[in-house]
């Protein structure tokens, strides 16, 4: 028998930072829904019986998953599963896979979330449980008897994020399970499945970003969101709101990391948040932005209320292939004065890198080698292959020029790097070592000594950090 109650499931692996997740989540049981929580964080870790009786025995009328495109077929494999043994329990998917290509995900699911899920999940869920007609909410896309796909538009997009519950742990609600079995999430597995030993704790304070990098999908999320402004952000009090809950339920927190797109946005938001942070949080925390929104100023108040890592997007140091390929903004010397202003307030930087680019040849990875030999040291590189996700530009790029990307995005596969490629040493290296050396093993690239060097660096770096 079904009930009148609710499961979400987060695949995201070895994870439970399911932002997604958790935001419907707190948007549901903030209307009293009663929902349940699951996190299947390792494929391999699945028992497929553990899980159906689960199900059956919750009797779920819905059962919602969020999809990543590196979730799709472990999300078809659970919804294949879940139909096995409640075959009436409605399976919707949402996320960022199924937004991008609903009509792929519409093979399994009984209905696809196209875009932002608070009010289309909402009304979803008051529909089916009063057995109402579910064919015509906005956000919503789902198959007729004739099995033709019913489009609605996109619900009205959110434009104040303070309306929302905040995202808070509620740890009876949350279940997990694994090779340890299926239990209730509690704080050990909440260390367990996050990085940094479970010190930190992870939130956004806005969505979207300015800019549509043409690998990123804010450029496809800025076309589906077009009219909306381009950054949304919440209210200082909001976010703290969100932090004094997360830093009363979860004793270890040490660290705060905001994982914004882009953090940072007017002067007034920031210069509030430094103030009202230092005197309520005061712990050490990290953002994201571009060197374009990095002044003396904020990096000053940011520093003082407790900034202490500063992630950036470097990904080429080729002007051609960011302003050709990537369709961003690149200014070296800004970079280079982003840098030296970080440095001089004691700030590390990290810096994402994509190599494997089928765009790229050897003369422009030594362009990014060449700005990396002028970075303030120390920093982190952190590096990742080109990965054409569905609908990005980059996707219609690679498939306009013919070419067959070599990372799959279905597979997970960007991590796997040929770490033997000289280009990859280099990148990981750069930050620890200085300029001298750096540049030294770049101008003798093809000396058998400084290529040994460059090999037990690396290994050595692959000792010590996780990559
Ligand atoms: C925070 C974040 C993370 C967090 C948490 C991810 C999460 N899902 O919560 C962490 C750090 C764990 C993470 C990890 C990774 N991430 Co990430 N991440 C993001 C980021 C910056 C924000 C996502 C987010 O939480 N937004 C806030 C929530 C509330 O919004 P949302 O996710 O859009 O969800 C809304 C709707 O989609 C919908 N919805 C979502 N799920 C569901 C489910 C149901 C049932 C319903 C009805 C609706 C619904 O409702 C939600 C509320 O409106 C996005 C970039 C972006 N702008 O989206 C990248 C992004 C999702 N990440 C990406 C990637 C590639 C990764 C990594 C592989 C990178 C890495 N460093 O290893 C890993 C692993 C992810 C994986 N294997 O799937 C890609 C995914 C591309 C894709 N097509 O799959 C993105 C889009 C960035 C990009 N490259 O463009 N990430
Ligand atoms: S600046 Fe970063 S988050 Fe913004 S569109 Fe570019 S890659 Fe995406």
Partial sequence: MLKNSVLL???LPDEHRNLSCLTL??????????????FLPREKEYNQKTFQSYIKERGFSIIGLSVTT???????RLTMDIKECVPNSHVIWGGIHPTTVPDECLDYADSICVGEGETAFVSLIEKVFSNKDISNIPGIWLKDKERQIIRNPISTPLTNLDLLPVNRYKWPKFYVSDNEGFRNFSHHDYVKYSKHN?????????????????FCINSFLN????GRRHILKRSVENVLKELKYAISDIKSIKFINFIDDHFLTTKEWTEEFCRVYKKEIALPFMIRSTPNFI???????LKDAGLVVVQIGIQTGSERINKEIYQRQFDRNKLIEVSLLLKQNKIKPIFDIIIQSEFEDDNDRDKTI???????????????????????????MLKQKGIIPKINPYYNDYLDHDESNWYYQMANIAGTVSKETFSYLYHNRNDQKALNELNSLFSNKRKTTSL
Avoid at 28 to 36: L, P, W
Avoid at 199 to 210: A, K, N
Avoid at 223 to 226: D, P, R
Avoid at 295 to 301: D, Y
């Fill in 9 to 11: 499931i987060s695949i």
């Fill in 25 to 38: 989540f707190s948007v549901a049981y903030d209307k009293n829904i009663d929902i349940e929580l699951l």
């Fill in 70 to 76: 590196g979730g799709f077929f472990f999300a078809k």
């Fill in 198 to 214: 479970g010190d930190g704790y992870t939130l956004m304070t806005s969505r979207s970003c300015p800019y549509s990098c043409s």
């Fill in 223 to 226: 076309k589906l969101y077009a």
């Fill in 295 to 301: 002044n003396q100023k904020n990096i000053i108040e």
């Fill in 370 to 396: 060449e700005l990396l030999i002028e970075l303030e040291r120390p920093f982190e590189c952190s590096v990742f292959s080109l990965t054409a996700f569905p609908e990005t530009k980059i996707a219609y």
